[in-house]
């Protein structure tokens, strides 16, 4: 291994010894994605965290220093662990989502670095779409920007209620405590309009490794967790939990593929979600409306009784039912409602205005559909936190639109449920994603 250590500062000290604990199958998941403006540290930040954490092999940190050099810079760039296109390390920006996943001894980690270019906003909304949380990345020299305000909306959009938000570069302004607090107060007055459950500001240096994960003196007058401390403390597995009838949505299953039974019959294959399904249980074919029972659950270790939120299965029916890819399978108490006509809320990406009249295609869970935009309601402006009339979304934009679908399909409220609530838009031409939505107006504190 190159010795870059002379390039960066001191390798930490070895992980805590946890032997089996490390990785261990009863330890919980947290998914969470970097949002925030372009260069404010995202990436470099991540680096930071999985470096001090002991996460990097040798040859990972010696592809590091070798990239660095090629770079022509002194030190290595913590910023390139997630950073993997060439395009990105030779802009020194972030265009795709980059996944890691790290374990420390108290839980596992999917980490989602999103870009924070504007012109990949529509990358951003894919890492946040299953995250738990967000972690914020605000440059303390510059304060709170609009692309970060942007992502911060977009992300409580899309059902992600706790904020971890690191004022990084404080080492820039000389940890001055003011420019500190001048960032708290605008988060927390964000993150109350926005209805968000927590929001932690941590004043920290991605570069030098302050408050990521040891604490720092540079800070005496801080006093709260670092950021690992944050990630390990905070709720895990919020973006699974929060389906079923706590958030008013049953057990659901839209339909992948039909599986051809040995010996004759149908199976339908598909991931739960929403709750859990029991053979025997009532439900119902939507869009058709036929009613049924479950007669029985398989998944490849073999047949199960019950089948949780997230699990891979295929589900035979008591009826002979004609059910096809793109239906769904749902709980008969409290099931979707069937409809060709709804409001929804669209972050829209494409450098084509989209307005009345425009023809796209709708892809919901398994199913697609032709569509049509028959109004703009308005758009969310992401600095006054308000909506108002609007004739067109532009690139970016987050509105409320009407939508008429050619298929009936069977939604839920994207606020009960993130699966059967969403949807994306598709250019027919170019077959390009040109929005992501959610079902119903936005459910924001204004």
């Not at 906003?121 to 990345?137: C, E, F, H, K, P």
């Not at 490849?300 to 890819?325: C, F, H, T, Y």
């Not at 793109?326 to 990406?349: H, M, Q, R, S």
């Not at 006054?384 to 639109?401: K, Q, Y």
Request: proline letters at 5%; aromatic letters at 4%; a negative charge.
């Amino acid at each position: 291994m190159r010795d870059i250590s002379r390039t960066m500062t001191k390798l930490p000290s070895p992980p805590p010894s946890g032997g089996q604990e490390l990785g261990a199958d009863t330890m919980d998941l947290l998914r969470f994605a970097t949002i925030g403006s372009v260069d404010d540290g995202k990436s470099t930040l991540i680096g930071r965290l999985l470096f001090d954490t002991r996460q990097l092999f040798d040859d990972q940190l010696d592809a590091l220093s070798t990239a660095s050099e090629r770079r022509g810079l002194d030190e290595v760039d913590l910023s390139f662990v997630t950073d993997g296109l060439r395009a990105e390390r030779e802009q020194g920006i972030t265009i795709d989502v980059a996944y890691r996943y790290a374990a420390t001894p108290h839980r596992k980690f999917v980490i989602a670095d999103c870009p924070g270019h504007v012109q990949y906003t529509r990358n951003m909304a894919t890492g946040a779409s299953t995250a738990d949380l967000a972690l914020v990345l605000v440059d303390a020299t510059s304060g709170l920007r609009e692309q970060t305000r942007r992502h911060v909306c977009i992300a409580a959009l899309l059902g992600v209620d706790q904020l971890v938000v690191c004022a990084n570069k404080m080492d820039l302004v000389d940890w001055d405590k003011s420019a500190y607090q001048g960032i708290v107060d605008e988060m927390e007055t964000l993150a109350r309009r926005l209805g968000l459950v927590s929001c932690t500001v941590i004043p920290i240096s991605a570069l030098n490794g302050d408050n990521v994960v040891e604490r720092s003196d540079a800070a005496p007058w801080y006093d709260g967790p670092t950021v690992l401390d944050s990630l390990e403390s905070a709720e895990a597995g919020g973006w699974a939990s929060q389906h079923g009838p706590s958030r008013g949505s049953g057990a659901r299953l839209p339909v992948q593929w039909v599986l051809r039974q040995p010996g004759g019959g149908r199976a339908y294959a598909g991931m739960v979600n929403g709750g859990p399904f029991r053979t025997g249980d009532a439900v119902v074919i939507l869009p058709q409306g036929l009613a049924t029972t479950v007669r029985a659950i398989e998944t490849a270790d073999g047949p199960l009784s019950r089948a949780e939120v997230g699990l891979s299965v295929s589900m035979r029916l008591a009826d002979d039912i004609d059910v096809s890819r793109g239906d769904l399978i749902a709980a008969v108490e409290d099931p979707p409602e069937v409809t060709d006509t709804f409001d929804a809320t669209v972050c829209w990406f494409h450098d084509r205005p989209l307005v009345a009249g425009d023809r796209l295609r709708l892809k919901h869970t398994t199913r697609v559909t032709p569509a049509v935009v028959e109004s703009i309601e308005g758009i969310f402006d992401v600095n006054e936190l308000a909506v108002s009339a609007a004739s067109s979304l532009r690139e970016n934009d987050i509105g409320i639109v009407r939508l008429r679908t050619a298929l009936p399909l069977a939604l839920d409220s994207y606020q009960a449920d993130r699966i059967t609530g969403s949807f994306v838009l598709i250019d027919e031409l170019t077959i390009a994603t040109v929005a992501a939505g959610m079902v119903g107006r936005p459910s924001l504190h204004c």
